[in-house]
């Protein structure tokens, strides 16, 4: 597998192992959000994501040096306070993004086998990624991403799923999701939702990622 390098976009996604649940709870989907934040925020910028039941997707870009350096040091004290993971100034010891994600699903899988009283992996293999080659991919990505819900027949519209970031989009929720470049690359809000009524799967667009 490739390295991650930093600077580049990805679509980062995983099922849990033997296609079993990653979540079970609106607790697990919470903590698994929460783990993200903490592990991944200093490291990376997401641009979209999904959770669904034993499966999920983001897209991603990783940080520069110099981007983690100068998040650490705006948002210093919550850094100090544990809201995110390392204290160290990042011009010093820069994040490796593949260790944060590393440390991200370690954390997760920890939480769920103490929870369920289990053992053993919960995902299946490696964290598995894309490089995002051009504009066109990440845009398709944005909903390819969000359509995951109704493509396995979970809601039947855009607009009665919780666990994504297309509620993000829709009601202007603050959360980690860097809504500014997906809104200008769509050229705003109601476009974007318009590309997403649109959305059907480009079947030369690669490998069919939807998880079952």
């Known amino acids: ?28 989907y919470r903590e698994f959000i929460k783990k993200y934040v903490y592990y991944l925020y ?13 499966h999920f997707h983001a897209l991603i870009r990783i940080r520069t040096v110099e981007e983690q350096t100068e998040l650490f040091r705006a948002l210093k004290d919550q ?49 598995k990624r894309k490089k995002i080659a051009d504009e066109k991919n990440f845009n398709h990505l944005v909903c390819y991403i969000h359509r995951n819900p109704i ?26 999701t860097e809504k500014t470049p997906v809104l200008q690359r769509f050229g705003g809000i109601d476009n974007l939702l318009k590309a997403h009524d649109e959305f059907k799967l480009n079947l030369d667009f690669g490998d069919n990622l939807y998880l079952e």
């Open 151 to 176: 493509h396995h027949g979970v809601t039947k519209t855009y607009m009665d799923y919780r666990y994504w970031s297309y509620t993000d989009y829709l009601n202007n929720r603050k959360s980690f």
């Open 42 to 54: 200093p490291s990376v910028q997401t641009f979209a994501w999904c959770l669904m039941s034993n």
């Open 79 to 127: 850094f100090e306070t544990g809201k995110f993971h390392g204290k160290v100034d990042p011009a010093e010891k820069a994040f490796i993004a593949s260790k944060q994600l590393s440390h991200f699903m370690n954390g997760y899988t920890r939480f769920i086998n103490k929870k369920r009283e289990r053992s053993g992996t919960l995902i299946e293999g490696p964290l």
């Open 1 to 28: 597998m490739e390295a991650i390098e930093k600077g580049f976009f990805y679509h980062i996604y995983n099922r849990g192992a033997g296609k079993s649940n990653l979540f079970w709870t609106v607790d697990d």
